[in-house]
Protein backbone atom coordinates (compact mmCIF):
# COMPACT_ATOMS: atom_id res chain seq x y z
CA UNK A 1 0.00 0.00 0.00
CA UNK A 2 1.64 3.35 -1.14
CA UNK A 3 1.83 5.91 1.22
CA UNK A 4 -1.10 9.04 0.38
CA UNK A 5 0.96 11.62 -0.93
CA UNK A 6 0.48 15.46 0.40
CA UNK A 7 0.40 18.30 -1.90
CA UNK A 8 2.76 20.54 -0.12
CA UNK A 9 6.39 19.80 -1.24
CA UNK A 10 8.89 18.19 1.48
CA UNK A 11 12.22 19.64 2.19
CA UNK A 12 14.74 17.19 3.53
CA UNK A 13 17.12 19.62 5.59
CA UNK A 14 19.54 16.80 7.02
CA UNK A 15 21.02 13.94 4.75
CA UNK A 16 23.96 12.18 4.01
CA UNK A 17 23.96 11.19 -0.07
CA UNK A 18 27.29 11.39 -0.44
CA UNK A 19 28.31 8.25 1.77
CA UNK A 20 30.15 6.21 0.25
CA UNK A 21 27.27 3.12 1.35
CA UNK A 22 24.61 5.15 -0.84
CA UNK A 23 26.67 7.53 -3.19
CA UNK A 24 26.88 4.98 -6.12
CA UNK A 25 23.23 4.45 -5.99
CA UNK A 26 22.84 8.20 -5.27
CA UNK A 27 21.07 9.22 -8.59
CA UNK A 28 18.08 6.99 -8.36
CA UNK A 29 17.65 7.75 -4.76
CA UNK A 30 17.51 11.60 -5.93
CA UNK A 31 14.54 10.61 -8.37
CA UNK A 32 12.28 8.48 -5.75
CA UNK A 33 12.73 10.98 -3.24
CA UNK A 34 11.17 14.29 -6.18
CA UNK A 35 8.80 11.33 -6.89
CA UNK A 36 7.82 10.99 -3.49
CA UNK A 37 7.27 14.70 -3.42
CA UNK A 38 10.84 15.91 -1.98
CA UNK A 39 11.95 19.08 -3.69
CA UNK A 40 15.08 19.86 -1.72
CA UNK A 41 17.75 17.82 -0.41
CA UNK A 42 20.37 19.68 2.12
CA UNK A 43 23.50 17.19 2.00
CA UNK A 44 25.78 17.71 4.96
CA UNK A 45 29.48 16.83 4.39
CA UNK A 46 30.89 15.67 7.32
CA UNK A 47 34.93 16.20 6.64
CA UNK A 48 37.52 17.75 4.10
CA UNK A 49 37.78 13.94 2.60
CA UNK A 50 33.60 14.59 1.00
CA UNK A 51 33.33 18.34 0.86
CA UNK A 52 34.21 17.91 -2.87
CA UNK A 53 31.74 15.02 -3.17
CA UNK A 54 28.70 16.95 -1.63
CA UNK A 55 30.18 20.18 -4.62
CA UNK A 56 29.52 17.97 -7.50
CA UNK A 57 26.51 16.27 -6.23
CA UNK A 58 24.89 20.05 -5.99
CA UNK A 59 26.50 21.09 -9.44
CA UNK A 60 24.10 18.12 -11.30
CA UNK A 61 21.61 18.11 -9.64
CA UNK A 62 19.13 21.72 -9.13
CA UNK A 63 17.55 19.57 -5.84
CA UNK A 64 20.53 19.48 -3.42
CA UNK A 65 21.62 22.10 -1.36
CA UNK A 66 25.08 21.45 -0.80
CA UNK A 67 26.85 21.49 3.03
CA UNK A 68 30.41 21.37 4.22
CA UNK A 69 31.60 21.17 7.66
CA UNK A 70 33.61 19.37 10.08
CA UNK A 71 31.76 16.73 12.12
CA UNK A 72 32.85 15.97 15.67
CA UNK A 73 34.02 12.74 14.98
CA UNK A 74 36.82 13.55 12.57
CA UNK A 75 37.86 16.94 14.10
CA UNK A 76 41.58 15.21 16.07
CA UNK A 77 41.90 14.47 11.58
CA UNK A 78 41.42 18.01 10.06
CA UNK A 79 44.37 19.30 8.32
CA UNK A 80 46.29 22.26 9.42
CA UNK A 81 44.77 24.57 6.94
CA UNK A 82 41.18 23.21 7.33
CA UNK A 83 39.47 25.99 8.39
CA UNK A 84 40.70 28.03 4.89
CA UNK A 85 39.80 25.44 3.07
CA UNK A 86 36.28 25.60 4.44
CA UNK A 87 36.05 29.15 3.70
CA UNK A 88 37.45 28.76 0.40
CA UNK A 89 34.44 26.05 -0.33
CA UNK A 90 31.59 27.67 1.24
CA UNK A 91 32.63 31.13 -0.57
CA UNK A 92 33.33 29.28 -4.10
CA UNK A 93 29.72 28.03 -3.70
CA UNK A 94 27.59 30.67 -2.64
CA UNK A 95 24.60 28.26 -2.51
CA UNK A 96 25.94 26.24 0.63
CA UNK A 97 25.59 26.11 4.29
CA UNK A 98 27.71 25.19 7.30
CA UNK A 99 27.10 21.27 8.51
CA UNK A 100 27.42 19.04 9.73
CA UNK A 101 29.29 20.29 12.99
CA UNK A 102 29.19 19.54 16.95
CA UNK A 103 29.55 18.39 20.32
CA UNK A 104 29.51 14.31 20.91
CA UNK A 105 29.61 12.83 23.82
CA UNK A 106 28.31 9.32 22.24
CA UNK A 107 31.36 6.54 22.96
CA UNK A 108 32.20 7.28 19.04
CA UNK A 109 32.35 10.71 20.03
CA UNK A 110 33.94 10.92 23.08
CA UNK A 111 37.60 9.19 21.09
CA UNK A 112 38.25 13.12 20.70
CA UNK A 113 38.79 15.28 23.51
CA UNK A 114 35.91 17.75 24.21
CA UNK A 115 37.91 20.87 24.15
CA UNK A 116 39.05 19.72 20.81
CA UNK A 117 35.25 19.94 19.53
CA UNK A 118 34.60 22.95 21.27
CA UNK A 119 37.24 24.97 19.71
CA UNK A 120 36.20 23.43 15.95
CA UNK A 121 33.02 23.97 16.78
CA UNK A 122 33.25 27.33 17.61
CA UNK A 123 35.27 28.29 14.64
CA UNK A 124 32.90 27.18 12.45
CA UNK A 125 30.54 28.39 13.82
CA UNK A 126 32.10 32.11 14.03
CA UNK A 127 32.25 31.39 10.46
CA UNK A 128 28.99 30.23 9.65
CA UNK A 129 28.20 34.08 11.36
CA UNK A 130 30.39 36.04 9.50
CA UNK A 131 29.38 34.66 6.19
CA UNK A 132 25.40 34.84 7.38
CA UNK A 133 25.09 30.88 6.39
CA UNK A 134 22.55 28.78 8.48
CA UNK A 135 24.30 25.94 10.19
CA UNK A 136 23.74 22.22 11.19
CA UNK A 137 24.67 20.86 14.29
CA UNK A 138 25.24 17.57 15.68
CA UNK A 139 24.53 17.07 19.10
CA UNK A 140 24.51 14.33 20.83
CA UNK A 141 24.95 14.49 25.43
CA UNK A 142 26.87 17.51 25.09
CA UNK A 143 23.36 19.74 25.81
CA UNK A 144 25.22 21.60 28.88
CA UNK A 145 28.55 21.89 26.60
CA UNK A 146 26.41 23.45 23.60
CA UNK A 147 24.17 25.71 25.89
CA UNK A 148 27.42 27.50 27.34
CA UNK A 149 28.97 27.66 24.13
CA UNK A 150 26.08 29.27 22.72
CA UNK A 151 25.28 31.70 25.64
CA UNK A 152 29.01 32.81 25.02
CA UNK A 153 28.45 33.69 21.33
CA UNK A 154 25.37 35.29 21.60
CA UNK A 155 22.72 34.95 18.31
CA UNK A 156 22.75 33.48 15.02
CA UNK A 157 20.16 35.42 12.72
CA UNK A 158 20.87 33.12 9.72
CA UNK A 159 19.88 30.63 12.09
CA UNK A 160 21.22 27.14 13.37
CA UNK A 161 19.31 23.60 13.14
CA UNK A 162 19.82 21.22 15.37
CA UNK A 163 19.75 18.19 13.58
CA UNK A 164 18.02 15.39 14.59
CA UNK A 165 17.12 16.86 18.19
CA UNK A 166 17.30 14.50 20.82
CA UNK A 167 17.42 17.03 23.87
CA UNK A 168 14.90 17.63 26.62
CA UNK A 169 12.07 20.14 26.37
CA UNK A 170 13.46 22.39 28.40
CA UNK A 171 16.84 22.74 26.33
CA UNK A 172 13.69 23.68 23.33
CA UNK A 173 13.54 27.36 24.78
CA UNK A 174 17.29 27.52 25.74
CA UNK A 175 18.24 27.06 22.30
CA UNK A 176 15.62 28.55 20.41
CA UNK A 177 16.80 32.36 21.35
CA UNK A 178 19.95 31.83 19.51
CA UNK A 179 18.17 31.04 16.62
CA UNK A 180 17.68 27.24 16.63
CA UNK A 181 15.99 24.89 14.45
CA UNK A 182 14.67 21.66 15.79
CA UNK A 183 14.62 19.05 13.40
CA UNK A 184 13.10 15.09 13.96
CA UNK A 185 14.77 12.43 11.92
CA UNK A 186 14.41 8.65 11.76
CA UNK A 187 16.00 8.35 14.85
CA UNK A 188 13.13 10.37 16.76
CA UNK A 189 10.78 7.56 15.85
CA UNK A 190 12.24 5.31 17.97
CA UNK A 191 11.72 8.03 20.81
CA UNK A 192 8.51 6.45 23.33
CA UNK A 193 5.48 8.16 22.02
CA UNK A 194 4.30 9.95 25.28
CA UNK A 195 8.31 10.98 25.52
CA UNK A 196 8.70 12.64 21.72
CA UNK A 197 5.27 14.50 22.61
CA UNK A 198 6.81 16.53 25.34
CA UNK A 199 9.20 17.11 22.86
CA UNK A 200 7.81 18.51 20.04
CA UNK A 201 4.68 20.21 21.43
CA UNK A 202 7.57 22.41 22.76
CA UNK A 203 9.33 23.00 19.84
CA UNK A 204 7.28 26.36 18.02
CA UNK A 205 5.97 25.52 15.33
CA UNK A 206 7.77 27.85 13.03
CA UNK A 207 11.19 26.44 14.39
CA UNK A 208 10.23 23.03 13.38
CA UNK A 209 11.68 20.57 10.52
CA UNK A 210 12.17 17.44 9.10
CA UNK A 211 14.62 15.11 8.26
CA UNK A 212 16.18 11.40 7.41
CA UNK A 213 19.66 11.60 8.23
CA UNK A 214 19.96 8.84 5.77
CA UNK A 215 21.72 6.64 5.22
CA UNK A 216 21.39 6.36 8.72
CA UNK A 217 18.40 7.06 10.74
CA UNK A 218 15.63 4.28 9.00
CA UNK A 219 12.32 5.34 10.86
CA UNK A 220 10.36 2.87 12.86
CA UNK A 221 7.02 2.84 11.48
CA UNK A 222 3.75 0.22 11.87
CA UNK A 223 3.48 -0.27 8.02
CA UNK A 224 6.59 -1.29 6.39
CA UNK A 225 5.08 -1.08 3.10
CA UNK A 226 5.45 2.95 3.63
CA UNK A 227 8.96 2.37 3.49
CA UNK A 228 11.31 2.97 0.45
CA UNK A 229 14.54 0.56 0.75
CA UNK A 230 18.07 1.37 -1.00
CA UNK A 231 18.44 -1.05 -4.11
CA UNK A 232 21.01 -3.29 -3.43
CA UNK A 233 21.21 -2.95 0.02
CA UNK A 234 21.75 -6.13 1.84
CA UNK A 235 19.75 -5.65 4.67
CA UNK A 236 16.81 -4.59 3.42
CA UNK A 237 16.99 -7.55 1.07
CA UNK A 238 16.97 -9.74 4.11
CA UNK A 239 13.49 -7.93 5.40
CA UNK A 240 11.80 -8.73 1.65
CA UNK A 241 10.26 -11.82 1.25
CA UNK A 242 11.93 -13.54 -2.07
CA UNK A 243 9.06 -13.10 -3.92
CA UNK A 244 8.91 -9.25 -3.41
CA UNK A 245 12.72 -8.82 -4.06
CA UNK A 246 12.24 -6.56 -6.95
CA UNK A 247 10.77 -4.12 -4.31
CA UNK A 248 14.61 -3.30 -3.77
CA UNK A 249 15.41 -2.23 -7.76
CA UNK A 250 14.71 1.25 -8.68
CA UNK A 251 11.39 1.03 -10.61
CA UNK A 252 9.92 -0.44 -7.80
CA UNK A 253 11.40 0.86 -4.57
CA UNK A 254 8.18 0.39 -1.85
CA UNK A 255 8.64 -2.76 0.07
CA UNK A 256 6.46 -5.53 1.20
CA UNK A 257 8.00 -6.82 4.72
CA UNK A 258 7.30 -10.20 5.91
CA UNK A 259 7.90 -8.70 8.88
CA UNK A 260 5.63 -8.36 11.99
CA UNK A 261 5.21 -4.72 11.88
CA UNK A 262 8.01 -2.33 13.65
CA UNK A 263 9.99 -5.64 14.14
CA UNK A 264 10.18 -6.60 10.47
CA UNK A 265 12.91 -3.83 9.25
CA UNK A 266 15.87 -5.79 8.68
CA UNK A 267 18.42 -4.42 11.06
CA UNK A 268 21.52 -1.75 9.89
CA UNK A 269 19.30 -1.67 6.62
CA UNK A 270 19.91 1.45 4.94
CA UNK A 271 17.78 4.71 4.88
CA UNK A 272 16.72 7.37 1.86
CA UNK A 273 14.87 10.93 1.59
CA UNK A 274 12.40 9.61 -0.12
CA UNK A 275 11.58 8.44 3.49
CA UNK A 276 11.33 11.77 4.77
CA UNK A 277 7.22 11.16 4.42
CA UNK A 278 6.94 8.45 6.85
CA UNK A 279 8.90 11.00 9.24
CA UNK A 280 5.99 13.58 8.35
CA UNK A 281 3.11 10.75 8.95
CA UNK A 282 4.86 10.48 12.22
CA UNK A 283 5.59 14.03 13.82
CA UNK A 284 1.81 14.52 12.64
CA UNK A 285 0.00 11.86 14.11
CA UNK A 286 1.83 12.97 17.80
CA UNK A 287 0.94 16.42 17.52
CA UNK A 288 -2.28 15.22 15.83
CA UNK A 289 -2.54 17.44 12.95
CA UNK A 290 -2.94 16.49 9.66
CA UNK A 291 0.11 16.04 7.24
CA UNK A 292 -0.61 18.20 4.86
CA UNK A 293 -1.07 21.50 7.51
CA UNK A 294 2.61 20.06 8.91
CA UNK A 295 4.12 19.94 5.70
CA UNK A 296 3.24 23.25 4.83
CA UNK A 297 4.22 24.74 8.02
CA UNK A 298 8.24 22.47 8.20
CA UNK A 299 8.37 23.33 4.64
CA UNK A 300 7.74 26.98 4.94
CA UNK A 301 10.22 27.29 7.64
CA UNK A 302 12.94 25.25 5.89
CA UNK A 303 12.19 27.38 2.49
CA UNK A 304 12.59 30.62 5.11
CA UNK A 305 15.60 29.17 7.04
CA UNK A 306 17.66 28.29 3.33
CA UNK A 307 16.56 31.46 1.44
CA UNK A 308 19.66 32.93 2.67
CA UNK A 309 21.33 35.54 -0.29
CA UNK A 310 23.08 33.06 -3.18
CA UNK A 311 20.96 30.24 -2.06
CA UNK A 312 19.52 27.93 -4.77
CA UNK A 313 15.87 29.06 -3.36
CA UNK A 314 16.55 32.49 -3.57
CA UNK A 315 17.35 31.90 -7.37
CA UNK A 316 14.61 29.60 -8.48
CA UNK A 317 11.88 32.00 -7.00
Known amino acids: MAMAITRTPLFDVHCHLQDNRIVDTAPSLIKAATKAGVKWMAVNGTSEADWEKVRQMSEHNSCIIPCFGLHPWWA?????????????????????????????QSIRGREVEESIQVDVLRQQLELARELERPAAIHCVRAFRSLQGLLE?????????????????????????????????????THVKPQKARRIWQQVPRDRLLLETDCPDALPQVDDPTALFWVPGDPAATAAVPSSNSDCCHEEELHSKSAGNG??????????????????LSHVASLLEVTEEVLADAVFTNASTLFSFPGSKLVDCS
Request: hydrophobic content about 35%; overall charge positive; proline content about 5%.
Open 76 to 104: SQRSKDWLSKLRCMLQSVPCSTVGEIGLC
Open 262 to 279: RGGIGKGALNQPANLRAI
Open 152 to 188: EMGSFPAGIILHSYSGSPEFVKVFAKHGAYFSFSGFN
